[in-house]
C-alpha cells in the first residue's frame, strides 16, 4: 500500500512498483495545498489492473481501516503528509494533525491488518540549522526550525515507539529536495519555470547563497524500492543526491536549459527555512547500496521538458 499515492512521490513511485510487477492499493486524500486536479491527474495515468484506489484520508481512522480492512500488504509505504515549510508556519494545526496523528493512525492499521514491514517518508527538514553538514542519520535533530520538520521528526519518533512496543520494522527515509516530473509546483524548481517562461520575476529569499540537496524523483523510488527488498528492525536513512547547489545556481542552470534570462526580485530571507541541506549518504550505500543516477543538470533538463509539455500553457 501507498499512502499519498496520488501525489508526487507517491504516484511516480506507484508506476515504479507496477512496472516492477507488484500489485499496489494506494490512497490519497487529494489535499487542496496545491491543485487537486494535478493529483488526479496523477492517477488517471495509471491504467493496470494490478492497482487499486482509495480516495481517503489519514487523519479519519475508521474511514481508512474500514476501506482497507481485507487485505494483507506486505508493506506500508506511508508517504501522506502535510507539506510546504512555508505553509506550516501559517496553519501550523494541519500539520501536527495530518503529519503526526495521520502517521498514527497508518501504524495503528498496519497492526489492525498485520502489516510489520513500514517504510516512512521523512524529509531533510528534520536537521534544521543545527546539524553538522553532511547530514547524517544520528544527528539529535532537536531544534526544527518550522512546523513541517517538527511533525515529520515527531512522527519519526512515533515510529520508533511503534517498533519498540508492538515489533513494527520502519524503515524512515528521509527525502532530500525531490523535483522532476509531475513535481510539485510550489517547489523552486517549478515555481522558477514557470515564472522565467511567463517573463515574471523570480522571488528571490535572501542572497540566493543558501543551498538545497536537490535530488532526482527516479533516484528517490529507487531508493525506495531498494529499501522494499530490506527489513530493517528500525533505520533512519538519508536519500538525496549529496551534492547541494545554490539557489543561484539553480537559476544559472534553468536559464541555459531554457535558452531564457531569468528576471530577479530579491526580498528578505524567511524566517524558519534551513540555510543549507546536505546529505550524507554512507549508510544509504552501505545499507540499500543506493546511488544517484542522475545529476542536477540532466534532471532539470528532463524536468522542463515535461513542463512544456504539460504545464506551460495553465494560467496560474
Known amino acids: 500500500m501507498v499512502t499519498g499515492g496520488a501525489g508526487f512521490i507517491g504516484s ?10 507488484h500489485k499496489v492499493a494506494a490512497l490519497d486524500n487529494f489535499d487542496r495545498y496545491y491543485q487537486a486536479a494535478f493529483k488526479r491527474e496523477n492517477v488517471q495515468a495509471i491504467k493496470n489492473k494490478r492497482f487499486s ?37 501559517l496553519y501550523p494545526n494541519r500539520y501536527l494533525k495530518t503529519n503526526i496523528e495521520g502517521t498514527g493512525n497508518i501504524l495503528e492499521l498496519a497492526r489492525f491488518l498485520g502489516t510489520k514491514d513500514i517504510i516512512f517518508g ?12 553532511p547530514f547524517k542519520e544520528d544527528s539529535p535533530c532537536l531544534k526544527p526550525l518550522n512546523p513541517y520538520a517538527f511533525s515529520k ?16 520494522n520502519v524503515t524512515v527515509l528521509r527525502f532530500f529536495s525531490v523535483y522532476g516530473p509531475c513535481g510539485r509546483p510550489d517547489m523552486s ?22 543551498t538545497r540537496d536537490f535530488t532526482y524523483i527516479d533516484d528517490i523510488v529507487e531508493g525506495i524500492c531498494l529499501s522494499l527488498k530490506r527489513t530493517f528492525p528500525f533505520e533512519i536513512i538519508n536519500l538525496g543526491s549529496s551534492k547541494p547547489v545554490s539557489v543561484l545556481v539553480l537559476i544559472r542552470l534553468l536559464e541555459e536549459t531554457l535558452r531564457v534570462k531569468a528576471k530577479i526580485r530579491q526580498v528578505k530571507s524567511i524566517v524558519g527555512e534551513a540555510k543549507d541541506t546536505f546529505a ?17 543538470k540532466n534532471g532539470l533538463r528532463e524536468f522542463v521538458t515535461w513542463f512544456k509539455k504539460n504545464r506551460v500553457g495553465e494560467s496560474s
Request: charged share 20%; glycine share 8%; net charge positive.
Open 153 to 168: 521528526r515527531a512522527a519519526e519518533l512515533l515510529c520508533s515507539t511503534y517498533h519498540d512496543l508492538f515489533g513494527l
Open 280 to 296: 550524507d549518504l554512507g549508510k544509504a550505500k552501505k545499507l540499500l547500496g543506493y546511488h544517484v543516477s542522475t545529476d542536477l
Open 12 to 21: 511516480t513511485l506507484v508506476k515504479r512498483l507496477l512496472k516492477d510487477g
Open 122 to 133: 521523512s524529509s531533510s527538514s528534520v536537521y534544521g540549522n543545527s546539524s553538522r553538514l
Open 53 to 89: 484506489f482509495y480516495e481517503a484520508d489519514v487523519r479519519k481512522f475508521s474511514d481508512v481501516k474500514h476501506l482497507l480492512q481485507g487485505y494483507n500488504f506486505d508493506k506500508i509505504i506511508h508517504l501522506a503528509a502535510q507539506v510546504g515549510v512555508r505553509n506550516s508556519i
Open 189 to 210: 524548481p517549478y515555481v522558477f519555470t514557470q515564472s522565467i517562461l511567463k517573463g515574471r520575476p523570480i522571488t528571490l529569499y535572501g542572497n540566493g547563497e543558501a
